[in-house]
């Protein structure tokens, strides 16, 4: 079956930290794979996805097919990044979303 | 644009109520899906359209009804509501190619709670 796991529901971090979001998924096809952000107060955003390859906002997440996952990382969190992260596996136009992680970065 | 617009963003229902979920998008987006959002469970799908006239079931979807008569509007139907549907709606749209093919864009959502 189809799944994505985010194992930690909260990361606290102070900034200039290093920041890992982890995402696991279980898929038997060709993953396509997206992280997704909500700010406080606003509406849920693609924050990237694999096949772009980009880093956006200092982030960057390599998809690791034997690991079957899908790690978002930043080098230097800051205060701004604080927001709910959910990673999410495309399957037939349909997205399945993990349980999400909450970032919390102190001053 | 406006984008993705849900409506109410608040409501409070009584048990047995019936109320439709407003979703409008006025990109030209073929798809439009509806999810739930309890708190620490995540997105659910309750049902999504590929265009107008055509929808299906997702992961969530007793209790509730769509239609797509237009491609701009996708409304969530709660015949009779149960307290098991308290939980924060949010409606998204995709466009079905080019480069933003499968990028999901959410509406603001409305927090429903039925009493």
């Known amino acids: 079956a189809q799944r994505v796991t985010q194992p930690e529901k909260l990361l606290s971090v102070f900034k200039g930290a290093p920041v890992e979001l982890k995402c696991n998924y279980s898929?038997?096809?060709?993953?396509?794979l997206f992280w997704y952000v909500q700010y406080s107060r606003q509406r849920l955003q693609l924050l990237l996805r694999?096949?772009s390859r980009e880093s956006i906002k200092g982030f960057t997440a390599d998809l690791n097919k034997g690991e079957t996952s899908f790690h978002l990382k930043k080098p230097f969190a800051q205060e701004e990044d604080s927001a709910m992260y959910y990673c999410a596996l495309e399957v037939t136009d349909k997205l399945i979303f993990g349980t999400g992680t909450r970032l919390q970065v102190f001053p | 644009n406006a984008g993705v617009t849900q409506t109410p963003k608040f409501r409070i229902l009584k048990i047995g109520q019936s109320m439709t979920l407003q979703c409008t998008q006025d990109?030209?987006?073929?798809?439009m899906y509806w999810y739930r959002q309890d708190p620490g469970m995540g997105l659910k799908l309750i049902y999504y359209?590929?265009?107008?006239?055509?929808?299906d079931k997702g992961e969530v979807p007793n209790g509730y009804n769509v239609s797509r008569s237009t491609t701009e509007d996708f409304p969530l139907r709660l015949e009779l509501a149960a307290p098991s549907q308290t939980s924060v709606y949010f409606c998204a749209s995709v466009p079905s190619g080019g480069t933003a093919k499968n990028i999901q864009y959410f509406g603001a959502g409305t927090r429903l709670s039925v009493l």
């Open positions: 990109m030209n987006h073929n798809y």
């Open positions: 898929y038997s096809g060709s993953p396509e």
């Open positions: 694999h096949i």
């Open positions: 359209s590929v265009g107008a006239g055509i929808t």
